[in-house]
């Protein structure tokens, strides 16, 4: 279980790096274009592994808000990147 919550954390902090790069952008060029492109891949693998961790923790109430704050965390940086 303790691997489980590490995993989960280590997910949930790559997202925030995407997160603070998504926010950081003054101005869009095509290299900043080719990067959101990398990091919206990304951010469909680590979600992929954050259902991975979910699907073998249990369903506690806590593991549910979670899920629920990551999701939405989810959508929206990806509604910025699009």
């Known amino acids: 279980m ?3 919550k590490r995993q989960r954390t280590t997910i949930k ?3 925030t790096r ?3 790069y998504v926010e950081s952008i003054a101005a869009i060029t095509l290299s900043i274009v080719t990067h959101l492109d990398k990091r919206r ?3 469909e693998h680590y979600w992929a592994e954050y259902n991975d961790v979910q699907f073998l923790e249990s369903l506690d109430e ?3 808000s979670s899920k ?3 999701e939405t965390f989810r959508r929206g ?3 910025v990147i699009r």
């Open 62 to 64: 806590a593991t549910h």
């Open 77 to 79: 940086v990806l509604c």
């Open 2 to 4: 303790a691997t489980l």
């Open 18 to 20: 995407i997160k603070s």
């Open 68 to 70: 629920i704050v990551i």
């Open 13 to 15: 902090t790559a997202y």
């Open 41 to 43: 891949a990304k951010l």
